[in-house]
C-alpha cells in the first residue's frame, strides 16, 4: 500500500516558487524525522531538507535560505516551500519519513514528483 503520498511538483519559470506536500499514511504511526530527497537525471540522489517532530530542521547548503521545511503532526504531514527556483532545482523529489533521528536510510519513501524549472 502507498505510505508516502507527494503533491504539488509541476512547472515553474526561474525565481518563482512551489509547495510540495507529503503525507504519511495510517500505516506509518507517528514519524519522527521527515523530509525531502531530490535526484536530477545523471546525478545521485541528495538530502534536501529535514524536519524532526520537535521542529528542528537540517538543509542543503544549495537551497538553504530559499527552501522552507514545515511539518504538521497531527496530520503525519511534511510541506517543502520552495522560492527563487532555479534551473537546477530541476529534478524529481522524493518525501522519505523514518521513526527514528534521521531519514539517511529513512524506511518510507514516496513515489516521487517532478519539479521542473524553466530558465
Known amino acids: 500500500q502507498v505510505q508516502l503520498v507527494e503533491s504539488g511538483g509541476g512547472l515553474v519559470q526561474a525565481g518563482g516558487s512551489l509547495r510540495l506536500s507529503c503525507a504519511a499514511s495510517?500505516?506509518?504511526?507517528?514519524?519522527?524525522?521527515m523530509g525531502w530527497y531530490r535526484q536530477a537525471p545523471g546525478k545521485q540522489r541528495e538530502l534536501v531538507a529535514a524536519i524532526n517532530r520537535g521542529g528542528d530542521t537540517n538543509y542543503a547548503d544549495s537551497v538553504k535560505g530559499r527552501f522552507t521545511i514545515s511539518r504538521d503532526n497531527a496530520k503525519s504531514t511534511v510541506y517543502l516551500q520552495m522560492s527563487s527556483l532555479k534551473p537546477e532545482d530541476t529534478a524529481i523529489y522524493y518525501c522519505a519519513a523514518d521513526h527514528g533521528s534521521s531519514i539517511f536510510n529513512a524506511n518510507y519513501w514516496g513515489q516521487g514528483t517532478q519539479v521542473t524549472v524553466s530558465s
Open positions: 495510517r500505516y506509518i504511526f507517528r514519524p519522527n524525522a
